[in-house]
Structures are given as C-alpha cells and as structure tokens.
C-alpha cells in the first residue's frame, strides 16, 4: 500500500517556475515507477512525466518537454516536477501516481493516485 500526498500548487503568471513534491509513505517507494498526470476541466487526464525506479530514466509528453522536469528522491520517499516557462494552457490540476511495472503513459496502468494540486496559470 502507497500513500501520495501532492503540494506545490499555486498560481503562478505566464513565463512562470512551480516546483510539485509528491511525497509518499511506505518503505517500497523505490520500488515503484512513478508518473505525473495533470487534468483541466472538462478534459480527460493526461500523461506528463513519469520516472524509473532508481531515477536514471525519464519520460515526458511532448507538451513539456524541455519545460518541465521531473526526478526523484528515494532516501526522502519523494517525486517531484520541476515546471519552468508555465503557460496558460498548463493550468490542471496535477496527480502524482505509482505503478509496480514498466513505464506507461496510461492512467489506467497506475494503481495509487494522490489527492491533486491544483495549478493555475495566468497569461
């Protein structure tokens, strides 16, 4: 059993930096792929990053790339998202989600999901 709980959220101006933490309980947290989707109203979620167990390989949606990083920390049982030149269109609120299996850009693929954070986006 994994818990995720998201912070970092805010509302930040176009051009704009956010960095999310995902920290989660459970001493197997290195042994799950981690993933960062995003939702914004009316639409369905989406895939934004994910990371490998030992954090060597990375995964982004080609909305983010070279925008967006993330990386994780197993000593502090933590995953995050580094958010740089934020635009408008990034506004969601965003769900960290672990999966025990090879990466995978489907929600459905991801067994534990934190609560969200919302991020906003003004342009």
């Known amino acids: 059993q994994v818990q995720l709980v998201e912070s970092g959220g805010g509302l930040v101006q176009a051009g704009g930096s956010l960095r999310l933490s995902c920290a989660a309980s459970?001493?197997?947290?290195?042994?799950?792929?981690m993933g960062w989707f995003r939702q914004a109203p009316g639409k369905e979620r989406e895939f934004v990053a994910a990371?490998?167990?030992?954090?060597?390989?990375?995964f982004y949606a080609d909305s983010v790339k070279g925008r967006f990083t993330i990386s994780r920390d197993n000593a502090k049982n933590t995953v995050y998202l580094q958010m740089n030149s934020l635009k408008a269109e990034d506004t969601a609120v965003y769900y960290c989600?672990?999966?025990?299996?090879?990466?995978?850009?489907?929600?459905?693929?991801?067994?534990?999901w934190g609560q969200g954070t919302q991020v906003s986006v003004s342009s």
């Open positions: 989600a672990a999966r025990g299996g090879l990466v995978s850009r489907r929600p459905n693929d991801y067994r534990y």
């Open positions: 459970g001493r197997t947290f290195g042994s799950y792929l």
């Open positions: 990371i490998s167990t030992g954090g060597s390989s990375t």
